[in-house]
Nanobody, 115 residues
Framework: QVQLVESGGGLVQIGGSLRLSCTASGSIFSPYTVGWYRQVPEKERELVAVLAAGGGTNYAEFVKGRFTISRDNAKNTVYLQMNSLKPEDTAVYYC?????????WGQGTQVTVSS
């Protein structure tokens, strides 16, 4: 069973940056569209960014201009560069395919933005 492991989260001040990584235990990303998602307690998980196999990207309005999704197929890794972080970006961040596949949800990585 291929697993997705998110990392790179942490505590950062307002305006700071983090780069999240999502590494697969096998070569599964390259032909597919992948996405980053986030969730805060008592709310639905929401889509943050999408990266198509052909390289096209799409971002939620609340992160446009601040976040960048990318991938390194040789490393089986998808990244999310997050700049100009705001307190409302505080959440657990997950990667998955787009559309999502339920068996591939990992543990996520916590991002906390403090003032």
């Amino acid at each position: 069973q291929v697993q997705l492991v998110e990392s790179g989260g942490g505590l950062v001040q307002i305006g700071g940056s983090l780069r999240l990584s999502c590494t697969a235990s096998g070569s599964i990303f390259s032909p597919y569209t992948v996405g980053w998602y986030r969730q805060v307690p008592e709310k639905e998980r929401e889509l943050v960014a999408v990266l198509a196999a052909g390289g096209g990207t799409n971002y939620a309005e609340f992160v446009k201009g601040r976040f960048t999704i990318s991938r390194d197929n040789a490393k089986n890794t998808v990244y999310l560069q997050m700049n100009s972080l705001k307190p409302e970006d505080t959440a657990v961040y997950y990667c998955n395919f787009y559309p999502t596949r339920s068996t591939y949800w990992g543990q996520g990585t916590q991002v906390t933005v403090s003032s």
